[in-house]
């Protein structure tokens, strides 16, 4: 059953949010679009968590798996990341969360398999590309 990109994601970002949810995060916002950042530096956090002290700004990324060789987490590059850090500064100035809070950027990569039945979910933990 093929199903177009929007809906793969949407559906990406819903098994993601369970998935942290199970593991004793706290979803504190998602799809998360900065007032502060503007033009190609604008993007989208797709789910903002908390653990512990650390608030972990999550890109989801999901493929159909059709046996294809790229992993869905490669998707996320040195250019997304740097837009990603963009918009994490206008969500903890929205937020009036101090800089000096701990926090990072985690990558959930999700392959779903055709029919929808299951998914392989990754979980890659405070991500550093540079």
Do not use: C
């Not at 706290?26 to 993007?43: A, E, H, M």
């Not at 908390?50 to 294809?68: A, H, M, N, R």
Request: net charge positive.
């Amino acid at each position: 059953m093929e199903i177009n990109s929007k809906k793969l994601g949407e559906l990406g970002e819903k098994i993601a949010e369970k998935f942290l949810k199970k593991r004793g995060y706290k979803i504190l916002d998602r799809n998360y679009i900065s007032k502060f950042v503007s033009g190609p530096q604008r993007g989208e956090i797709d789910i903002i968590a908390k653990k512990g002290d650390i608030i972990s700004f999550v890109e989801v990324k999901t493929l159909e798996d059709k046996g294809f060789f790229v992993a869905p987490e490669e998707k996320v590059n040195f250019l997304k990341q740097r837009k990603i850090e963009k918009m994490i500064e206008g969500w903890l100035i929205e937020k009036k969360v101090s800089f000096e809070t701990p926090w990072q950027i985690d990558i959930v990569a999700l392959r779903i398999k055709p029919g929808l039945k299951k998914a392989k979910i990754h979980h890659f933990k405070n991500i550093n590309l540079m």
